[in-house]
Nanobody
């Protein structure tokens, strides 16, 4: 059974930093593209950053230059380093693992709150 578990969320002041982690178990992690999404209250879930199995990355315009996604295949973990946080970054952050249409999994989410 595949499990996707996020951690590292919390409350931080504007301008601060957090690092989110997402651990995947029960499958061959290195074959998956990994993505971070977030959902703010009253808004749709949006893609924040992604990293494919080869290590290529992509970011939402709103986080470019502030967030960095990385993966450690030896630890079956993907990270999201978030710097220069803003109140608009507040939301529940979800990890999404996808290999193909039959193999895609969401985590339960971790709350990030940025105070002004």
């Amino acid at each position: 059974q595949v499990q996707v578990v996020e951690s590292g969320g919390g409350l931080v002041q504007s301008g601060g930093s957090l690092r989110l982690s997402c651990a995947v178990s029960g499958t061959i992690f290195s074959t998956y593209a990994m993505n971070w999404y977030r959902q703010a209250p009253g808004k749709q879930r949006e893609l924040v950053a992604g990293i494919d199995s080869s290590g290529s990355t992509n970011y939402a315009d709103s986080v470019k230059g502030r967030f960095t996604i990385s993966r450690d295949n030896a630890k079956n973990t993907v990270y999201l380093q978030m710097n220069s946080l803003k109140p608009d970054d507040t939301g529940v952050y979800y990890c999404y693992a996808r290999r193909d249409v039959f193999n895609k999994y969401w985590g339960q989410g971790t709350q990030v709150t940025v105070s002004s």
